[in-house]
């Protein structure tokens, strides 16, 4: 009877390491390269393509475990030699994995050539015209410039390229506008690229061109006529092969890369000691756990990595916590300005949030990554955006937040925290005339379409205007009550909706119209089974 419970226990141990396997396998599938950098640059995806550090110092990770992560400086670099599995093809899927802590965003001074990237990854070194005896391993050859993809930050942007044939066309595909990350604080990037195409019929594949990007587990989206809102899209007009003769064959790059700013400085400057001064464009900060896969990652697997390795560090923003406020109105123009304050009531703990904006027609323009909330701790902080913009903001927290937003135009109004969507709502005083303006300010957080009804009601209760439309997926909207076609409308409206899960709401009462200055929101209150019970 023992040896028969010896076996069962066996037999149970083995079935569980099986089954830690099948899970562990799905991250790691296409996986073809892996540096958690404790101690080293060692890969440990079971490829042998170990990196060779080029000055840089270890330093703590995320969590605060010394020696387990690397800060890039001046001159210095990782590099991963050549190698099959990692050699830049002209089709093909690729996925870079990295969490990063980046000393500032704002490029390398390049003279008159404008600030040069910080290169976080680079598949190539050197351009066109390059000093031949660069540092980091000589010049790309004329006819070939600058194959190949990399990613930084420059202008205070998280930007991404890819060519792979200079001579007829500049960028494959582009990213330039995706607001970076905070300073001084760790960030999850994933960055996925797609060059597959059909080579009998020259048809570009669904994906052709294609780039997803994410930042601390959130897919950046960019707006454009040519662009598809759910991706990063960089569709060129034609496929431009590689050329013939050509072979990648090169080291991959972590923390910088060689380029051409010999324009900018006669003769060729090859001191790297100073950012201020030279060709190179390095990254200044700290990298940690680089992943390369031979695949396009899905959005669940982005955050599963973000996750692996148990909790960040308390230090760490997040974006991915129970708790989630929406602000249904934003603005950001020249004379328009938006901001929010916030408190943490905790008594124990510190808050980690995440502030979203997103403009009316569902993208996001900007991530705000706040120092945590201390222990009773508040803050407040203005939110402008890059151009003006019109839309709304979403608040993700580890913690409960008490707060508000307010927005002005020498006046101040604000507008309230809204923890739960609606589906029926009531603003309980509207006032339309010919001295008075009220206008509904309502946004659509979920992934599904809203379809909106307004029915507005005078003093005695009678329904005296009606109108409906459907607010997208992420949308939002800035509804004038002129629209309801009544030269005066005293009384209240009621908002319902069907479909998604739900809206925030809240009205702007003005009378600027005649040259005043009264400027204040009136809230949006849900109506819920309770509101019509009485009170008996």
């Not at 996001?364 to 913009?389: F, W």
């Not at 209760?461 to 607010?471: I, K, P, R, S, Y």
Request: charged share 15%; proline share 6%.
């Amino acid at each position: 009877m023992k040896k028969n419970w010896r076996v069962v226990v066996c037999l149970f141990l083995l079935i569980c390491m099986v089954g830690v396997g099948n899970v562990r396998a799905g991250i790691d599938d296409g996986l073809v390269a892996s540096y958690t950098f404790s101690g080293n640059a060692v890969d440990s995806s079971g490829h042998n393509h170990n990196a060779i550090v080029h000055g840089a110092q270890l330093t703590a990770d995320r969590f605060g475990s010394p020696d387990s992560a690397y800060i890039i400086g001046p001159s210095n670099y990782i590099e991963i030699p050549p190698a099959i599995e990692l050699d830049l093809k002209e089709q093909m899927e690729r996925s870079i994995s990295i969490w990063v802590k980046p000393a500032d965003t704002s490029g390398n001074d390049h003279g008159s050539c404008g600030p040069g990237m910080e290169t976080i990854f680079a598949s190539t070194n050197g351009e066109e015209g390059s000093c031949a005896s660069s540092p980091m391993g000589g010049r790309t050859p004329a006819d070939y410039a600058t194959i190949g993809y990399w990613f930084g930050f420059r202008d205070g942007k998280l930007q991404f390229y890819l060519r792979n044939n200079e001579e007829k066309g500049t960028n494959f595909a582009s990213v330039e506008s995706i607001a970076a990350p905070a300073v001084g604080a760790w960030s999850h990037i994933v960055i996925s690229i797609s060059t597959v195409y059909d080579v009998s019929s020259h048809v570009a594949g669904e994906n052709f061109g294609r780039v997803w990007v994410y930042i601390n587990g959130v897919k950046q989206v960019l707006p454009g006529p040519d662009y598809d809102y759910s991706d990063v899209l960089g569709q060129p007009t034609a496929i431009i092969p590689f050329p013939a003769d050509y072979t990648h064959d090169k080291s991959l790059y972590i923390g910088g890369r060689y380029y051409d700013r010999t324009p900018c400085y006669s003769p060729c400057v090859l001191d790297f000691s100073n950012l201020k001064k030279g060709v190179g464009e390095f990254f200044a900060g700290a990298v940690d756990d680089l992943r390369i896969y031979n695949r396009v990652l899905s959005g669940d697997e982005v955050k599963q990595l973000k996750n692996m390795g148990g909790s960040s560090s308390p230090s760490e923003p997040q974006a991915d916590g129970p708790y989630n406020y929406y602000l249904p109105y934003f603005k950001s123009t020249g004379s328009y300005w938006s901001g929010v304050g916030i408190s943490n009531s905790q008594s124990d703990k510190p808050a980690n949030y995440s502030l979203f904006v997103y403009d009316q027609a569902g993208n996001l323009v900007k991530t705000v990554y706040p120092d945590p909330l201390p222990v009773n701790g508040q803050a407040s902080m203005a939110v402008r955006t890059e151009h003006d913009t019109t839309g709304w903001i979403w608040i993700n927290s580890q913690l409960p937040l008490t707060g508000l937003s307010f927005f002005a135009k020498n006046l101040m109004a604000d507008v309230p925290f809204v923890s739960k969507l609606s589906r029926n709502l009531v603003i309980p005083h509207i006032a339309q005339d010919g001295y008075w303006d009220t206008s509904l300010m309502i946004c659509n957080p979920s992934d599904a379409p809203a379809d909106i009804s307004l029915a507005c009601y005078n003093r005695q209760g009678v329904q005296v205007a009606f109108t409906g439309f459907t607010l997208p997926a992420r949308n939002s909207e800035v509804y004038p009550f002129t629209n309801f076609g009544k030269d005066e409308v005293v009384g209240s409206v009621k908002i319902s909706v069907a479909g998604g899960a739900g809206v925030a709401a809240f009205a702007l009462y003005t009378n600027e119209k005649i040259g005043g200055s009264y400027f204040a929101g009136i809230d949006a209150v849900t109506i819920t089974p309770d509101t019509l019970k009485p009170p008996f």
